[in-house]
């Protein structure tokens, strides 16, 4: 069982930048494909961006392609996200999920973290 807490969000002018952290609980952490989504108010939940055990390989949105990051840090048990040049149609609720070795899609999630990009 993995618990996901993500912490970062906040209010920004376009053109900022912020981190976002999700921080984990258990011990299968380092064995998970880690991922970034979000929802904006009024739309679907959709992908941002992901990252293999490893932190070897990585995949983006292409609306966030050049201007997130992903990254994770196994021996803290936690992932990040990078989020340069904001812009305000990035303002959602940003979650982190988990996906376990021999799941088929992300079976873990946080309670999210507001972000909110001002123009």
């Known amino acids: 069982q993995v618990q996901l807490v993500e912490s970062g969000g906040g209010l920004v002018q376009a053109g900022g930048s912020l981190r976002l952290s999700c921080a984990a609980s258990?011990?299968?952490?380092?064995?998970?494909?880690m991922g970034w989504f979000r929802q904006a108010p009024g739309k679907e939940r959709e992908f941002v961006a992901s990252?293999?055990?490893?932190?070897?390989?990585?995949r983006y949105a292409d609306s966030v392609k050049g201007r997130f990051t992903i990254s994770r840090d196994n021996a803290k048990k936690t992932v990040y996200l990078q989020m340069n040049t904001l812009k305000p149609e990035d303002t959602a609720v940003y979650y982190c999920?988990?996906?376990?070795?021999?799941?088929?899609?992300?079976?873990?999630w946080g309670q999210g973290t507001q972000v909110t990009v001002s123009s």
């Open positions: 258990g011990r299968a952490f380092s064995t998970y494909t």
């Open positions: 999920a988990g996906q376990s070795p021999t799941a088929r899609r992300y079976d873990y």
């Open positions: 990252i293999i055990w490893s932190g070897s390989a990585t």
